[in-house]
């Protein structure tokens, strides 16, 4: 008997089995012939090629302009077409959610879909310079928001949904972008094999002689402790010099000053010889009888002082010194520590991450008043999510955590939005079917973030912040409050061995994670001490004054909001926002850890294809096709023959199926796989 190869077929719905094996199957030797996209239904799957598959030319995007998805292979450009077709359409914002763990390629897959967006959408004179603003906020904010992982050349550290708000008639006119959780503590702390931010090489790279020396500057990064605790100084394929130009380019586009581009020189300057401030040994104070320390090279305060605008002497002071407000109102006072070095190093530290973390925020926000246009909520938009894949490093802290968190909540929108949502559909129109079973991760997201009936670790987080307490008292408080969740793990709760003292793991929806909470309650706090802010804010700077102007100092009636409980509802917000929208999905996989080019590890791929649900989604789609439409399966068998054709493969026919499918043309029971049969004579409303 002939029949269809299973390695030919390019939406996976049309696979005679669905399992582990033929997903597999198909994905990989798609992924051999550079076929880099899979569709499931409406779901597209991306392999990371790790090389150029030159698909992207603009004779490309021609080819799915304006074309039904399968008129053409596989490809994000159809993705991108679909959704701006839709929101015109029907008059409603769309977004698209692209999911994978990290290096899986979802920031490319961003900004491809950014490009088709901006090829098939009206052009006029304003129009086009909308869009060639909209497309240069991408080298930006890669520049200062991207960095060399372990696992990612160009890996995103932090999230970013950007909005592209169009007039009806379907002209690009505006947008917006919103950040999330800035991996600040790469800014002090590199790993080895990693490096800092692109923008700090670039920058070295980029600038003239002249320009360095008026930084007070060395062109080589070894020369910078927040650089040189890693070896690794270049990236492959990547030209820091040249990406640095980039940056100039799109900082001029997006309406930056020169005066304004100069100042973010001098923040980015003052933050690498803050890294190089060295305080002596401790020694015992007869004042307090507390050991103190001083800065043994005085004259680089000096320039730091400069660089940042504020006065030299007193900045110099704010380093070795803190203030700490007592009482309230009229009882209210102030006392004054001197800090010993370890205080004082990480007074430093959280200035320069302050500092960065404060710039970035600045960046976007000057990006936004440049794309703001009047009355967005009479506007169509289509939204764009790139944001920090899942990560399982050796070493897992807050900012894994955080990461791993958001990756938890997009997997409850995917769930929400598809596979409960159908199956609940279903139930409610009394039609028979064989559930398709999948991971609700729900109780985890609850586990993590709830306040009651018992608290989560994030309110747990909050409550050592509030009373003062350190790491160890967290690690009591989750064993006593999170004692009887299974998706938590700790030594003391399970008596395993293969937990260290102070670690706690959680059973993710991507795989168990063991996270160490050292420095958990400290980078919650997220503290830079009053004195240090008050300097700032006493700048000579307009830039610097404006990256600290929403602080207040001194001001002891209002407990600032940690760091945790912020992300928390800020995720909260953003899920509340695609709730809204008509969701897209691309699910981005990433083949190897080498990041070599037609290399597929089959152990890490097939665990990916668990976890973002490529084994359920087939079968509850197909099954949702032949109830609604089972004309459209005889349609989409002959689609897969063109695209076939068109990919160049072999192709073989199976008899039985064939004649299987066309028979579903006017019957009115229809067999599904051999699972259940159902009546298909009333249409089928949905509500999702």
Same mark, same amino acid.
């Given at each position: 008997m002939e029949t269809i190869d299973a390695n030919a077929v390019p939406?996976?719905?049309?696979l005679n089995t669905i399992d582990e094996a033929s997903v597999y199957n198909t994905v990989c030797n798609r992924y051999y012939k550079d076929q880099i996209y899979t569709y499931i239904g409406d779901v597209v799957i991306s392999v990371n090629p790790y090389k150029d598959v030159k698909n992207t030319s603009p004779a490309t995007i021609e080819d799915y302009k304006g074309r039904y998805k399968y008129e053409r292979p596989p490809h994000v450009y159809a993705l991108a077409n679909d959704a701006y077709s839709d929101m015109l359409r029907n008059c409603q914002n769309q977004c698209v959610i692209i999911?994978?763990? &990290?290096?899986?390629?979802?920031?490319?897959?961003?900004?491809?879909?950014?490009?088709?967006?901006?090829?098939?959408?009206?052009?006029?004179?304003?129009?086009?310079?909308?869009?060639?603003?909209?497309?240069e906020s991408n080298p930006l904010l890669e520049a200062f928001g991207n960095a060399r992982t372990l696992r990612n050349d160009n890996s995103s550290r932090f999230g970013k949904y950007m909005e592209i708000h169009f007039k009806h008639n379907g002209a690009p006119v505006g947008g917006k972008i919103s950040n999330y959780l800035l991996e600040k503590s790469r800014v002090t702390g590199v790993t080895q094999g990693e490096r800092n931010f692109h923008i700090f090489y670039q920058l070295l790279a980029g600038l003239n002689q002249?320009?360095?020396?008026?930084?007070?500057?060395?062109?080589?990064?070894?020369?910078?402790?927040?650089l040189n605790r890693s070896t690794v100084r270049t990236v492959p394929g990547m030209n820091d010099k040249g990406e640095f130009e980039k940056t100039k380019f799109a900082m001029s586009i997006l309406g930056f000053s020169d005066t304004e581009i100069q100042e973010v020189y001098r923040v980015l300057a003052a933050i690498l010889h803050l890294g190089n401030v060295k305080f002596a040994a401790d020694v015992l104070d007869r004042s307090s009888n507390q050991p103190v320390t001083d800065i043994e090279n005085k004259p680089l305060v000096t320039v730091i002082a400069n660089l940042l605008g504020a006065d030299p002497d007193n900045f110099y002071k704010c380093l070795l010194m803190r203030s700490i407000s007592t009482g309230y109102n009229v009882t209210k006072s102030i006392i004054h520590i001197k800090n010993n070095k370890i205080?004082?190093?990480? &007074?430093?530290?959280?200035?320069?991450?302050?500092?960065?973390e404060r710039l970035f925020d600045w960046i976007v926000k000057k990006i936004n008043q440049t794309l703001f246009t009047e009355k967005q909520e009479q506007l169509l938009s289509i939204g764009l999510l790139d944001i920090y894949g899942f990560e399982i490093f050796d070493n897992n802290s807050f900012e894994q955590f955080c990461i791993n968190l958001c990756n938890e909540k997009l997997q409850q929108v995917f769930i929400e939005l598809t596979l409960k949502c159908e199956q609940e559909e279903y139930q409610r129109e009394g039609i028979k079917w064989t559930p398709v079973d999948y991971f609700d991760n729900k109780d985890i997201c609850n586990m993590i973030e709830s306040a009651k009936p018992r608290p989560g670790i994030i309110p747990l987080i909050d409550q050592c912040v509030i009373t003062n307490h350190d790491d160890k008292h967290l690690m009591e408080l989750l064993d006593q409050n999170l004692k009887g969740n299974e998706f938590y793990s700790s030594w003391i709760k399970n008596r395993d061995r293969s937990i260290p003292d102070g670690h706690f793991k959680i059973k993710h929806y991507a795989g168990d994670v063991l996270y160490s909470l050292n420095g958990f309650v400290e980078k919650s706090k997220d503290t830079l001490y009053s004195d240090l802010v008050s300097a700032m804010k006493s700048s000579k700077s307009a830039v610097v004054q404006g990256l600290f102007e929403d602080v207040e100092v001194g001001s002891t009636n209002k407990r600032t909001v940690t760091a945790g409980i912020q992300f928390r509802n800020a995720l909260a917000a953003l899920v509340a926002k695609l709730l809204q929208c008509n969701p897209h999905y691309v699910r981005c996989i990433k083949p190897n850890e080498e990041k070599k080019s037609l290399t597929i590890n089959e152990q890490?791929?097939?665990h990916q294809i668990q976890y973002l649900g490529l084994l359920s989604f087939p079968s509850l789609f197909s099954f949702f096709l032949f109830l609604l439409f089972p004309s459209f399966f005889l349609f989409l068998f002959f689609f897969s023959l063109n695209t076939l054709q068109e990919e160049k493969k072999s192709l073989t026919i199976n008899e039985q199926r064939t004649k299987h499918q066309i028979q579903y043309l006017g019957r009115e029971?229809?067999?599904?796989?051999?699972?259940?049969?159902?009546?298909?004579?009333?249409?089928?409303?949905?509500s999702c």
């Open positions: 939406d996976l719905i049309l999911s994978g763990e &990290s290096g899986a390629g979802k920031t490319e897959a961003s900004k491809i879909i950014m490009s088709y967006i901006a090829a098939a959408s009206t052009s006029t004179t304003g129009v086009d310079k909308i869009k060639k603003m909209l497309l002249n320009e360095l020396d008026n930084l007070r500057l060395n062109p080589s990064a070894d020369h910078y402790n927040y205080q004082a190093e990480l &007074s430093r530290d959280s200035l320069a991450k302050g500092l960065y890490r791929t097939k029971e229809v067999s599904y796989h051999q699972r259940t049969t159902y009546k298909a004579s009333n249409p089928i409303s949905r």
